[in-house]
């Protein structure tokens, strides 16, 4: 069985109001631009499945200062197409380009064992077999040839891409905020093929084998 992080974002985890922590809240969704003139806009969910965004009810900007509700959503292309309530016009939907949405934890399901929610995995503490500090977590990608956690090294330079598997990651340990990572020869040096591709907001899972 593999292990599954339910996605938020994969950028580096944010802070809400006031600092408040990213794992008090999960970002769920980004706006993109406009669709047509009516005040539709393109989103990309973060959630496992697309509609859970409207299940989980009001969507909160990154400060808290503004809430919006999902009216409908439909697919198109590799996006989404929503109407937001209060939303009318091309005007007021270019407004909100590129705004990222979040959800309060607590109205999100919990995960089934072994799995994660991005917010989980982004700062924790990467560290070898031997206990070693590797890095910090800095962010989950998909780029279609399997999910991977990216992590910038202790000893600073380029971030790298570490495969989310297993193998590779054999023990994720929240509660005390670190991974365990087992890297084959060469992962971790600075040219290793794979080190710094651009970022992703697709989502991430931890498969069984390397």
Same mark, same amino acid.
């Given at each position: 069985?593999?292990?599954?992080?339910?996605?938020?974002?994969?950028?580096?985890?944010?802070?809400?109001?006031?600092?408040?922590?990213?794992?008090?809240?999960?970002?769920?969704?980004?706006?993109?631009?406009?669709?047509?003139?009516?005040?539709?806009?393109?989103?990309?969910?973060?959630?496992?499945?697309?509609?859970?965004?409207? +299940?989980?009810?009001? @969507? *909160?900007? #990154?400060?808290?200062?503004?809430?919006?509700? =999902?009216?409908?959503?439909?697919? /198109?292309?590799?996006?989404?197409?929503?109407?937001?309530?209060?939303?009318?016009?091309?005007?007021?939907?270019?407004?909100?380009?590129?705004?990222?949405?979040?959800?309060?934890?607590?109205?999100?399901?919990?995960?089934?064992?072994?799995?994660?929610?991005?917010?989980?995995?982004?700062?924790?503490?990467?560290?070898?077999?031997?206990?070693?500090?590797?890095?910090?977590?800095?962010?989950?990608?998909?780029?279609? +040839?399997?999910?991977? @956690? *990216?992590? #910038?090294?202790?000893?600073?330079?380029?971030? =790298?891409?570490?495969?989310?598997? /297993?193998?590779?990651?054999?023990?994720?340990?929240?509660?005390?905020?670190?991974?365990?990572?087992?890297?084959?020869?060469?992962?971790?040096?600075?040219?290793?093929?794979?080190?710094?591709?651009?970022?992703?907001?697709?989502?991430?899972?931890?498969?069984?084998?390397?």
């Amino acid at each position: 069985m593999g292990k599954r992080a339910e996605p938020s974002s994969s950028a580096a985890a944010p802070t809400g109001p006031q600092g408040e922590p990213a794992k008090n809240r999960v970002c769920v969704a980004r706006i993109g631009a406009a669709h047509g003139t009516r005040g539709e806009v393109k989103l990309w969910p973060f959630t496992a499945s697309a509609e859970a965004v409207r +299940a989980y009810g009001p @969507l *909160e900007t #990154a400060d808290g200062t503004r809430t919006f509700d =999902v009216e409908s959503l439909r697919p /198109a292309r590799d996006f989404f197409v929503a109407r937001l309530r209060g939303v009318t016009d091309r005007t007021a939907a270019e407004g909100l380009r590129n705004i990222d949405l979040y959800v309060p934890r607590e109205r999100l399901p919990a995960p089934e064992p072994d799995e994660y929610y991005h917010a989980d995995l982004i700062g924790l503490e990467a560290r070898d077999v031997a206990g070693t500090m590797i890095g910090i977590v800095m962010a989950v990608h998909n780029f279609g +040839a399997g999910d991977l @956690l *990216e992590i #910038a090294p202790a000893a600073g330079g380029e971030t =790298v891409m570490v495969p989310f598997t /297993a193998t590779t990651v054999p023990s994720v340990e929240i509660a005390i905020g670190r991974i365990i990572v087992d890297p084959p020869a060469g992962l971790l040096e600075p040219d290793a093929p794979g080190t710094a591709p651009p970022a992703s907001v697709d989502g991430a899972k931890r498969n069984a084998d390397g």
